[in-house]
């Protein structure tokens, strides 16, 4: 291996590696630039092993402490810290990397950066969630935890060598909050890799026997925006209403159970399905019948700067949208999708039913979308950033 190319490690608490796909495009990136490409993740259903080699990249898996509330993510933050701790050593020990990569939630990665730092490693922060106001959203309050996330955000800052954002509020963020150079700060997108999605043939037993099908994919937590979806689903379905589309909602979350109980009461059960988090294919024999996609992510600062990924691969496989008019959101989807008023589930149903009422206007979106995905939010194109700021990092 080259010293232009040494090995570098990522450390990923939110989720298992491959299941982040975000995390896993930039290994398989690094790894296809010469990188010897190491990972420290959690452990999560169907990937359980503590380490194991896929694709040529090494991952080494904890297990982690699932909590609640602002003392338990505290408990549950500090044990994986500790366990990404121990795993980074055990790595340093093979590989002698010389990049680490911190991708948050949480902020606290850069205490482990700090330590190799004395070791000549550099620090690049990938931030993919603005957890101050993710803080705020959750617990309702800004009190001491909060206090604590603003400062371990600013410590990150302080530690890196390079930034890099997944769009340009999160690159402001860097420049103003973080106090970073802008020629050390990087826009890499968390956009479709179009050599790995395929679409296929449309599977009309997924319907259920109905004419459409409408799907959600992502987390389910509050900030996400479940609860106002279904609002807009009995809208839609209940006696009186259409009874034609089948509304399939999948991933996995805090708020599935609550999700599963506030279905039942609303009386859609008979036209909506939690699927539970799901295998590549699945989600896209999904994808591939689908009639369209939603994001009903509620209005917080959070959201209103944040990417949702499940947009772009809503369009990558030519779906139309409908989302909540966010910041973002309008940034990623552009003119290839319908726009609710904030957080008006009265409104987002309307826009469902225009879409499920005209086809044309289906296709046009839907076409819309692809072509802005094969030309400009594609990963051959964000690829090209990332490797630009692992060079800047280590200095050429």
Not at 267 to 273: L, N
Not at 359 to 370: H, V
Request: glycine share 8%; proline share 5%; net charge neutral.
């Amino acid at each position: 291996m080259s010293s232009k190319q040494p090995a570098v490690c990522i450390i990923v608490e939110n989720l298992p590696v491959p299941i982040d796909r975000r995390v896993w495009q930039e290994a398989r990136t690094l790894r296809d630039a010469g990188y010897r490409v190491s990972i420290i993740c959690p452990k999560g259903r169907g990937f359980e092993k503590d380490r194991e080699t896929l694709e040529g990249i090494e991952i080494y898996r904890h297990r982690l402490w699932e909590a609640s509330g602002p003392l338990g993510y505290f408990v549950e933050y500090a044990w994986a810290l500790a366990a990404e701790f121990l795993l980074s050593l055990r790595v340093y020990a093979r590989t002698r990397f010389r990049v680490l990569q911190a991708c948050n939630p949480p902020d606290t990665i850069f205490l482990i950066g700090l330590f190799f730092k004395l070791f000549g490693v550099h620090f690049i922060f990938d931030h993919h969630d603005l957890n101050p106001e993710l803080y705020e959203v959750k617990f309702q309050r800004r009190d001491w935890g909060y206090k604590l996330v603003c400062w371990a955000e600013r410590l990150t800052y302080r530690t890196a060598d390079v930034a890099i954002a997944t769009n340009e509020s999160y690159r402001d963020v860097a420049l103003e909050r973080g106090g970073f150079l802008r020629e050390r700060t990087f826009v890499v997108r968390s956009c479709p890799d179009l050599d790995r999605i395929r679409k296929s043939a449309p599977q009309p037993e997924l319907k259920e026997g109905r004419r459409f099908l409408v799907v959600f994919l992502g987390v389910m937590g509050h900030q996400d925006g479940l609860d106002l979806l279904l609002e807009s689903i009995a809208l839609i379905t209940n006696p009186g209403n259409r009874q034609d589309t089948l509304f399939v909602l999948i991933g996995s979350g805090p708020e599935l159970p609550r999700l599963k109980v506030l279905a039942s009461q609303k009386g859609i059960e008979a036209v909506t399905r939690f699927t539970g988090s799901l295998p590549d294919e699945e989600v896209s024999a999904y994808f591939s019948s689908a009639t369209l996609g939603v994001a009903p992510d509620r209005a917080t600062p959070m959201n209103d700067k944040s990417t949702m990924n499940k947009i772009l691969e809503y369009m990558a496989f030519g779906l139309p949208v409908v989302l909540y008019d966010l910041t973002e959101g309008r940034r990623s989807a552009g003119d290839a999708a319908l726009y609710a008023r904030l957080d008006d589930p009265e409104d987002f149903a309307r826009q469902i039913c225009r879409l499920l009422d005209s086809e044309s206007l289906r296709s046009e979106l839907g076409a819309r979308g692809r072509r802005r995905i094969e030309e400009s939010l594609n990963w051959e194109n964000e690829k090209r950033a990332l490797l630009e700021a692992y060079r800047t990092a280590m200095g050429g």
